[in-house]
């Protein structure tokens, strides 16, 4: 077991751009949850899949985010046309079931410039 | 709708003094809870959780928790807090009903440990 996988670990872009991250979940997990944190602030909820399914979006993910997990493992988070107010950490997370913790990976930190 | 306030932003404890952080919740059900903590730059590791049964959970670390259902609340505590305990720890309600995963957080609380 080596944990949820993110990459890249940090990404700085220009404003307008799009950039795409990738998560790669604990293996046996068919859960998988994105989440934002900005500066000063706890994580908050955008989107999570079971397995290929995406069941649940956050109104925080405007359509200029789309998040597809296309054989139920890794999972990819786009951002196109991004903006300064992009600028956050962006956190992946996985589960075994419906009752069970998340375990987090150790973030992708976005920069905006 | 659930929520999470953590009414201390920022605590400064001494090395080898006994640590409380407050976490207070709102939840319709009996709620999952959890503290996680997070290192600079780093993402989030779980210490302990709440599911059911016995309200004092253990965790990793030294650390322990107690639910306390009348009052809406999961405090943390640990007995005698070392310097590597710096960090910023966030308290967490996941859905239990239907996603435990799914969680609502804190804005967190900055632990500065003196020496």
């Known amino acids: 077991d080596t944990g949820v996988s993110q990459d890249p670990r940090h990404k700085i872009t220009k404003r307008g751009q799009n950039v795409t991250f990738r998560c790669d979940p604990i293996?046996?997990?068919?859960?998988l949850y994105w989440y934002r944190q900005t500066l000063g602030q706890g994580p908050e909820f955008l989107t999570y899949?079971?397995?290929?399914?995406?069941?649940?979006k956050s109104r925080l993910l405007s359509d200029r985010f789309s998040a597809e997990r296309p054989k139920g493992s890794f999972s990819t988070l786009e951002i196109q046309r991004t903006e300064q107010g992009d600028s956050a950490m962006y956190l992946c997370?996985?589960?075994?079931?419906?009752?069970?913790?998340?375990?987090f990976g150790q973030g992708t930190r976005l920069t905006v410039v | 709708a659930q929520s999470v306030t953590q009414p201390d932003i920022h605590i400064t404890v001494s090395e080898g003094a006994s640590l409380e952080l407050r976490c207070n919740y709102s939840?319709?059900?009996?709620?999952?809870l959890f503290w996680y903590v997070q290192s600079p730059g780093q993402g989030l590791q779980l210490l302990l959780k709440?599911?059911?049964?016995?309200?004092l959970v253990q965790g990793i670390k030294g650390f322990e928790a107690e639910f306390k259902r009348s009052q809406s609340s999961f405090n943390l505590r640990k007995p005698s807090v070392h310097w590597s305990d710096a960090a910023e720890y966030f308290c967490?309600?996941?859905?239990?009903?239907?996603?435990?995963?799914?969680?609502?957080f804190g804005d967190g609380t900055t632990l500065t440990v003196k020496p």
């Open positions: 997370a996985s589960s075994l079931g419906w009752n069970t913790e998340a375990f």
């Open positions: 293996s046996e997990h068919n859960r």
């Open positions: 899949f079971q397995n290929e399914a995406q069941l649940e």
């Open positions: 939840y319709g059900a009996t709620p999952y």
């Open positions: 709440y599911f059911s049964g016995d309200t």
């Open positions: 967490a309600v996941g859905a239990s009903n239907t996603n435990a995963g799914k969680s609502t």
